[in-house]
């Protein structure tokens, strides 16, 4: 993925393992491990009673089985240190959410700060360079490497770092570098050299037998990751992941007494809080809650799944309608031996892209006045679009430079 060296084959393994691991089993974080104890199961009963229509942008109380509205989350939040607000990445409904909660809190009380797991480690100055107006967005995008490094739409993730800037807030970087994450879930732990492993926590806790099984069912499930991966490289590379971000917020709660932090992170990352919030609370001895954004076609399959005997999966669910987006409908990448254009890696079948003609293997160049020169600038140039609107993208096929019109539709 950072290695350009590595083969095409290798990059398409760890985008798929990262995926799964941060979604979760069966390509959702939202999937909760079975059990069949009672004490936790009051929610889902309730639950059952209700409707899609009636939970949507509904926010439910886990832990009194109670539907709550906005301004109630927030009063049961008060005081509260670490606030985690799980995602599933590729919705901006969630992230439209998060920064109400961010926004939220603030008003509750400004000695706030937010945690981003979009963000690595050794890009934090660049961050900090941004949020004190030192360099503009797109240097801090080129510098953090963020398209190469998380690559989800920028624009969703925007609104909360400019609501940052514009009211002096902490933005904190919680990833581990990618670098090491990729060398452990190929050859564990021990592959690190000396200087990398104090890059980490000392502490990286591979003995909780909970969250083992929940990692060990993502692997076993899924044939392409169990066939070519060792299970314990696989799982040492998450407890890299939860205690590299777990110590970070530890770090800033320790340092700051009296400080709140929200935590934007993945849902497979907080799901019954063996994850991040369990170790960096047991770091900082501060208490937490967890938010998980759920979208409601997860809801029967919630449901119909027991809770963790231990733990509720989370303090609150927030429940949101999966929309539909304007788009081309193509996968792509930046070829690594180019400085313009975006590579299309696959053209999905019936997208208004395959009926303008592009191709695998096409370099989109611009679109309508717009140069194209990675992910953001493309979905730049369609963010405001209608379904039906229609584009003219330049783009190039094999040595060859054409234009093509295309018109864009709802894609799921």
Same mark, same amino acid.
């Given at each position: ?5 590595? *083969? ?41 009673? %209700?409707?899609?229509?009636?939970? @949507? ?7 009194? /089985? ?30 439209? /959410? ?7 809190? #603030? ?18 100055? #660049?961050?900090? @360079? ?26 969703? %993730? ?14 904190? /970087? ?30 990286? &806790? ?25 299970? @314990? ?18 770090? %800033? ?18 799901? %019954? ?16 809650? *967890? ?10 399959? =919630?449901?119909? @799944? ?26 792509? &990448? ?9 590579? =299309? ?16 293997? &096409? ?7 717009? &140069? ?41």
């Amino acid at each position: 993925m950072i290695d350009s060296l590595r *083969s095409l084959q290798e990059k398409l393994l760890l985008v798929l393992v990262f995926s799964l691991i941060l979604y979760g089993c069966n390509n959702s974080a939202e999937t909760i491990p079975t059990s069949t104890t009672e004490s936790h199961t009051k929610w889902q009963s309730v639950l059952k009673n %209700y409707t899609s229509t009636e939970l @949507e942008n509904k926010i439910f109380n886990l832990e009194t /089985a109670t539907l709550i509205d906005f301004d109630t989350l927030i009063k049961e939040l008060k005081d509260i240190p670490a606030i985690y607000v799980g995602e599933t990445y590729q919705l901006e409904a969630h992230h439209k /959410a998060q920064a109400e909660v961010l926004q939220a809190i #603030y008003n509750q009380s400004p000695s706030v700060a937010l945690g981003m797991e979009m963000f690595q480690q050794p890009y934090q100055k #660049y961050l900090d @360079e941004y949020l004190t107006g030192k360099i503009t967005e797109r240097m801090m995008l080129e510098k953090t490497e963020y398209t190469k490094r998380w690559g989800f739409d920028w624009l969703m %993730y925007r609104p909360l770092v400019n609501f940052a800037r514009e009211n002096g807030l902490k933005v904190i /970087a919680l990833n581990v570098p990618a670098e090491i994450s990729e060398k452990v879930i190929l050859n564990g732990l021990k592959s690190l050299a000396a200087e990398e492993r104090t890059t980490l926590p000392e502490e990286i &806790d591979t003995t909780n037998t909970r969250h083992r099984a929940y990692i060990r069912e993502v692997f076993d499930t899924n044939p392409m990751i169990n066939q070519r991966l060792n299970f @314990e490289n696989f799982y040492e590379a998450q407890c890299v992941w939860e205690d590299g971000m777990a110590d970070c917020i530890a770090r %800033y709660l320790k340092e700051n007494p009296g400080n709140r932090l929200v935590v934007t992170v993945g849902s497979g990352h907080i799901v %019954y809080g063996f994850g991040i919030p369990q170790r960096a609370a047991k770091r900082s001895g501060k208490s937490y809650r *967890s938010i998980m954004m759920l979208a409601l076609d997860r809801i029967p399959t =919630i449901i119909s @799944e027991a809770t963790d005997g231990a733990n509720l999966p989370a303090h609150y669910f927030w429940f949101t309608r999966t929309p539909k987006r304007a788009m081309l409908g193509i996968e792509t &990448d930046k070829p690594q031996e180019q400085d313009k254009g975006i590579i =299309i890696t696959r053209v999905i079948p019936g997208s208004p892209a395959e009926k303008a003609g592009l191709k695998q293997n &096409d370099i989109i160049l611009k679109v309508n006045d717009t &140069d194209i020169n990675d992910i953001t600038d493309l979905r730049l140039s369609l963010k405001d679009k209608k379904p039906g609107a229609e584009v003219t993208i330049r783009f190039q096929r094999d040595s060859e430079v054409l234009s093509t019109k295309a018109r864009l539709a709802f894609l799921e």
